[in-house]
């Protein structure tokens, strides 16, 4: 999954026009460079960060996924706003990505009646104030009851399993020692029986554990990127897809004997 971001920190603000002709311009990249699926979003999530209007965040987003729909590739959509659903939904998103988890009134059943897809993603607090103090008695027990109790919800608001990913939320409300034993017990997530997205990519982890700036973590977020698949995420969330669809190809090559049928590799 690529990240596409229609956020004024991500695409330098020349006004409106200009920022969703560089998001599109980006997908595109993004697309050639193997991603399966694009992630796009219009709110910044990233911690400190302050909330839009929906109106805003739609002015952001409609023209880059009305720009996207005739590329045959499953839109997602990053937002937690029902409204903001609504329409991305309507104009040929497949997926919701809520970092909410549907938790706000209207999100369920905007999902529901639908027919998309919905990544279900854990959080401690909110962005403004998740990373002050992180607190947990077992990281990993209380994201796995957090995320069974959210597809609980969504399955008796009447949206499928068939179409529920779930997400730890690597950094959200976390720590690095919290992150880390996320990860090392990812297969935990697995014995939901759903889909599990990691999303690691240029992370504060990564920083903490290689001391390098977010531009200069690009090796560790594909290092990043292939533990989370090995323990079993079957989608990851990343900026640099190019680089992550290698490692993929190259531990592919090694541990999957599928790798030629599925055309993948070729053996010559
Ligand atoms: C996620 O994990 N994350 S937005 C801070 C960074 C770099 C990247 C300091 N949306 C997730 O990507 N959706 C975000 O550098 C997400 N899972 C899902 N499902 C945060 C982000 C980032 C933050």
């Known amino acids: 999954m690529g990240i596409v971001n229609v956020t004024p920190d991500s695409f330098s603000d020349g006004g409106r026009h200009l920022r969703a002709d560089a998001a599109l311009e980006h997908a595109r990249h993004l697309l050639a460079e193997g991603a399966d699926m694009l992630d796009i979003g219009g709110e910044s999530s990233r911690p ?19 720009g996207l729909c005739g590329e045959a590739v499953p839109l997602s959509v990053d937002t937690s706003k029902p409204e903001v659903m609504r329409a991305a939904l309507g104009a040929g998103a497949s997926m919701v990505n809520d970092i ?24 401690q607090g909110t962005p403004q104030t998740m990373q002050v103090q992180p607190y947990y008695h077992d990281v990993v027990g209380e994201v796995k009851e957090f995320l069974r109790a959210r597809i609980a919800a969504a399955e008796a608001a009447g949206i499928a399993r068939e179409r529920i990913v779930i997400d730890p939320g ?14 090392r017990d990812l297969g935990a997530l697995t014995e939901l029986n ?13 920083g903490k554990i290689t001391g390098q700036e977010v531009e200069q ?13 090995q323990r079993g995420a079957r989608i990851v ?4 897809v190019r680089a992550t669809v290698d490692a993929l190809k190259v531990w592919n090559a090694v541990d999957n004997e599928n790798a030629v049928s599925r055309g993948w590799i070729s053996t010559g």
């Open 48 to 66: 400190g960060a302050q909330p839009v209007s929906a109106r805003e965040e739609l002015e952001r987003i409609m023209p880059v996924i009305e």
């Open 100 to 123: 909410n988890a549907l938790q706000q009134p209207e999100a369920l059943a905007a999902v529901a009646v639908s027919g998309a897809a919905v990544c279900l993603m854990h959080k």
């Open 170 to 183: 690597f950094g959200f409300g976390k720590t690095l020692a919290h992150n880390l034993a996320m990860l």
């Open 194 to 206: 759903l889909p599990v997205l990691a999303g690691l990519s240029r992370k504060s982890m990564l």
């Open 217 to 229: 973590r690009l090796p560790a977020s594909v290092a990043a990127a292939l533990l989370a698949v």
């Open 237 to 240: 969330r990343v900026h640099d």
